[in-house]
């Protein structure tokens, strides 16, 4: 047992899914610069101390300032221990036991159960709920602001759309609203998206929001950002000011490894959250076609297959998938429903793939998937490491998108693994071990001959 094994029951989990910020699975990942921030945070640290003067300094100034640098629309920023607590906190503060104006339709729930309306009500203030489930408009706010107004509050509902009969005012618009009454508009952008991204168009971005004139802003570090869980507040000044100096932000604020893989995270933006939502399809789809292959030669059934990919799993875009989408091999010519003689969607080469039901949300993202038994799903859940994909009509799919380049020679040997354990190979001997050529995009297989073999119940790849 290694150290890291024996020292924490958090287990390494291959994120196969296809779902970029998968919540069972921490968010995101890290990159390589937060990673080492965290280690180097872990010691002692100046976090408290300018050691120009020896006096004590600003808790958390460098994370502050690139923060600040990040998003020079903000002319206040700050940082706590999530967004709930970046709402909870700005709530308190700007509207103490006054009205919070709110769209019906903006009132959320989460996929944990989390109900934005508690929250609010938690802080003391009093929720005066405008509009519709589906329409509301300006005039629905102006009427509703008066003097016990403490803030408008918009939220953007990421886990969930609704489409019909729908209306609700542009917030640029709401945003001069507020302004003619002065009164501060809160905006809970929620994503992570510090500016635009032009394959999330329909998510909002921090810098827009401010633009149109959003007094406040709060988002999560640990989505479409890519760093460790915590909530940033940025915007007006006076308004940041009162926020940090309010007596419940010494409950909120974070602790120095976070503060420290914030600031890496942000002065080092390409994480592999990014990575991720850039991947090429193509080079996807290389990476699933050298894994099938090593796979077969290995007496594994093993497929390349066209795929989908989301951003988040329970909210982290504007744009469901269907459950009705179609996940087919690229080529493939297959009718929708055939099925092999044991009843399950055929993983060969040579034919199509279809599977139903994968949900998510969030606009889809082409990728590629290596196609496995539905057997082997649970011993790569439970191997080491542990490999998470998604189980569809008898195939479990390892979509590659949210897999790391350099984590497909760990990937190959753990499905080897699994499949032995499962029996769901017959090749004895060891086979060739993949590895990362240098300055390679995809997995690379040295020459060496291995029998083809057929996986019983399966047909021969």
């Given at each position: ?15 196969a ?9 921490g968010?995101?990942p ?5 990673r ?5 945070a ?5 976090l408290?101390?300018d050691?120009g003067?020896g ?15 990040a998003v020079?629309?903000a002319a206040?920023v ?8 970046g ?5 308190t503060?700007?509207?103490?036991r ?6 019906r339709g903006?009132?959320?729930e989460?996929?944990?159960?989390f109900?934005l ?5 938690c ?6 709920e405008?509009g519709?489930?589906?329409?509301t ?9 008066g ?6 509050l ?8 609704v ?7 542009a917030?640029?618009d709401?945003?001069?609203?507020c ?9 809970d952008?929620?994503s ?5 991204e032009?394959?999330?168009?329909d ?5 827009t929001w ?7 802003v709060?988002?999560?570090a ?7 869980q915590?909530g940033l ?5 006076d ?7 309010h007596p419940?932000?010494r ?15 942000l ?5 592999p959250?990014?990575q991720?939502?850039?991947a090429?399809?193509e ?10 292959a090593?796979?077969?030669?290995s007496?594994?059934?093993?497929s390349?297959?066209?795929s989908r ?12 998938l269907?459950?009705?989408?179609a996940?087919r ?8 429903g055939?099925?092999?003689e ?7 080469p040579?034919?199509?793939l ?9 606009p ?6 290596v196609?496995l038994?539905?057997?082997i ?26 897999v ?5 020679p760990v ?10 354990e499962?029996?769901a ?7 060739t ?23 019983p119940?399966?047909?021969?790849p």
């Open positions: 047992m290694t150290l890291a094994r024996a020292a924490t029951g958090l287990r390494p989990v291959i994120n899914t296809g779902v970029l910020l998968h919540g069972g699975l968010r995101a890290l990159s390589a610069a937060a080492a921030a965290l280690d180097l872990a010691g002692t640290t100046d408290e101390l050691l003067t006096r004590r300094g600003r808790r958390g100034r460098t994370a502050l300032a690139a923060l600040a640098a020079p629309a206040g700050h940082i706590v221990n999530n967004n709930a607590a709402l909870i906190l700005a709530v503060a700007l509207a103490g006054r009205e919070i104006v709110v769209s903006e009132l959320v989460t996929a944990d159960g109900r309306p508690e929250l609010l009500v802080t003391g203030a009093r929720l005066r405008v519709t489930t589906n329409r408009t300006l005039g629905d706010y102006a009427d509703a602001i003097p016990e107004t403490g803030l408008v918009h939220v953007h509902p990421s886990s969930y759309q489409v019909g009969l729908t209306d609700t005012p917030i640029n709401l945003a001069a609203l302004a003619d009454f002065e009164i501060p508009l809160v905006g952008c929620g992570g998206l510090l500016h635009p032009p394959l999330l168009a998510e909002p971005d921090v810098t401010l633009g149109f004139g959003v007094n406040v709060t988002t999560s640990d989505k479409l950002l890519g760093g460790p915590c507040l940025l915007g007006r000044a308004l940041i000011d009162r926020i940090r100096r419940m932000a409950a909120m604020r974070v602790g120095k490894l976070t503060l420290a893989a914030l600031e890496a995270t002065s080092h933006p390409d994480s959250v990014r991720a939502l850039h090429r399809p080079r996807l789809t290389t990476r699933a076609e050298t894994l099938a090593w796979l077969r030669r007496g594994i059934a093993a390349a297959v066209a990919a989301v951003v988040d799993g329970g909210g982290g875009g504007s744009s469901p269907p459950n009705d989408a996940f091999r690229s080529g493939g010519h297959r009718r929708e055939a099925r092999d044991d009843g399950m969607a055929p993983a060969g040579e034919s199509g279809t599977i139903k039901g994968f949900g998510g949300f969030g889809e993202l082409p990728s590629a998937a196609a038994d539905a057997v799903a649970a011993p790569l859940r439970q191997g080491e490491p542990s490999v998470l994909g998604r189980v569809e009509q008898g195939c479990c799919l390892l979509d590659l998108r949210t790391p380049v350099e984590l497909d990937l190959a040997a753990a499905v080897l693994a699994a499949a032995t499962a029996g190979t017959t090749i004895t001997d060891a086979p071990e993949p590895h990362i050529a240098e300055d390679a995009d995809v997995m690379t297989i040295e020459s060496m001959a291995i029998p083809r073999a057929t996986v119940g399966r047909r021969a």
